[in-house]
C-alpha cells in the first residue's frame, strides 16, 4: 500500500506546508505528495496535481489529506471523489477530521457526511423549486421564447419553396436558421417531404 498525499491551496499567498508538514508525519513519503494552487471552485478534472495523483494511484493505495475539504468544492463533490477512489479500491483518510474507512469511526464519519450531503442537496431543491414558483407567480415564462408566427410562416414559405425547387430538407432548414426537425415540425404532414 502507498500512502498518496494530496494539499490544495486557493492562491499563491497561501502556504501549503501546514498541509505537507501534517502529510509527512502522517508517513506520506515526500515525493507521494500532489499539490494544487486552484480554487475550491474548480472540479477534480481542472485540478493538475489531482489528476496525476488519481493516475498513479492502484488499488490498495491510500490518498492522505489534512482535511476532507480538500478533494473538492462541495460536501457533495467531496463524497462522490471518496466514492470514485473507494470504487477503483483505494482508500480515503482525513487526518485532522480523523477520517479513515478502515475504521468503524471513520466509516461512521463518512455516513454522516453522506447524511449532511443528501439534506444538502434537498436544500438545494427545495429553493430551486421556491424560486421557480415565485418567478412563475410574477409572471417568467421558462422554455423557449415563443416565435413571431409571421416569421415562422415566412420562413416555412422559403423552406417550402426550396424543397419544391429541389433543395434536401435539411438543406432548406439550413437556409432559414432551422433544424430539419424544426422544419418538419412547423411544415406538418400535409406538404410532401424530399430526403
Same mark, same amino acid.
Given at each position: 500500500? %502507498?500512502?498518496?498525499?494530496?494539499?490544495?491551496?486557493?492562491?499563491?499567498?497561501?502556504d501549503?506546508?501546514?498541509?505537507?508538514?501534517?502529510?509527512?508525519? #502522517?508517513g506520506?513519503?515526500?515525493?507521494? /505528495?500532489?499539490e494544487?494552487?486552484?480554487?475550491?471552485?474548480? &472540479?477534480?478534472?481542472?485540478?493538475?496535481?489531482?489528476?496525476?495523483?488519481?493516475?498513479? #494511484?492502484?488499488?490498495?493505495?491510500?490518498?492522505? #489529506?489534512?482535511?476532507?475539504?480538500?478533494?473538492? @468544492?462541495?460536501?457533495?463533490?467531496?463524497?462522490?471523489?471518496?466514492?470514485?477512489?473507494?470504487? @477503483?479500491? /483505494?482508500?480515503? @483518510?482525513?487526518?485532522?477530521? &480523523? /477520517?479513515?474507512?478502515?475504521?468503524?469511526v471513520?466509516?461512521?464519519?463518512? &455516513?454522516?457526511?453522506?447524511?449532511?450531503?443528501?439534506y444538502?442537496?434537498?436544500?438545494?431543491?427545495?429553493?430551486?423549486?421556491?424560486?421557480?414558483?415565485?418567478?412563475? #407567480?410574477?409572471?417568467?415564462?421558462?422554455?423557449?421564447?415563443?416565435?413571431?408566427?409571421?416569421?415562422?410562416?415566412?420562413?416555412?414559405?422559403?423552406?417550402?419553396?426550396?424543397?419544391?425547387?429541389?433543395? %434536401?430538407?435539411?438543406d432548406?432548414?439550413?437556409?432559414?436558421?432551422?433544424?430539419?426537425?424544426?422544419?418538419?415540425?412547423?411544415r &406538418?404532414?400535409?406538404?410532401?417531404?424530399?430526403?
Amino acid at each position: 500500500m %502507498t500512502l498518496l498525499g494530496y494539499t490544495r491551496v486557493s492562491t499563491q499567498q497561501q502556504d501549503p506546508t501546514l498541509q505537507r508538514d501534517a502529510l509527512l508525519a #502522517a508517513g506520506v513519503a515526500a515525493e507521494h /505528495i500532489y499539490e494544487d494552487v486552484i480554487t475550491g471552485a474548480s &472540479g477534480a478534472a481542472s485540478r493538475p496535481a489531482w489528476a496525476q495523483l488519481v493516475a498513479y #494511484a492502484r488499488d490498495g493505495d491510500m490518498v492522505v #489529506a489534512w482535511r476532507i475539504d480538500r478533494l473538492g @468544492r462541495s460536501l457533495i463533490d467531496v463524497l462522490q471523489t471518496v466514492a470514485d477512489l473507494q470504487a @477503483r479500491g /483505494i482508500g480515503v @483518510r482525513s487526518i485532522s477530521d &480523523g /477520517i479513515d474507512p478502515t475504521t468503524p469511526v471513520g466509516r461512521l464519519m463518512l &455516513g454522516m457526511l453522506a447524511t449532511l450531503a443528501e439534506y444538502e442537496r434537498e436544500l438545494i431543491r427545495e429553493r430551486v423549486n421556491t424560486g421557480v414558483a415565485a418567478a412563475k #407567480a410574477n409572471g417568467v415564462r421558462f422554455g423557449r421564447t415563443p416565435e413571431d408566427p409571421r416569421s415562422v410562416a415566412a420562413k416555412l414559405a422559403v423552406a417550402i419553396e426550396a424543397v419544391a425547387q429541389g433543395a %434536401t430538407a435539411a438543406d432548406a432548414a439550413a437556409m432559414v436558421g432551422w433544424s430539419r426537425a424544426t422544419f418538419y415540425r412547423h411544415r &406538418g404532414p400535409a406538404v410532401p417531404s424530399t430526403p
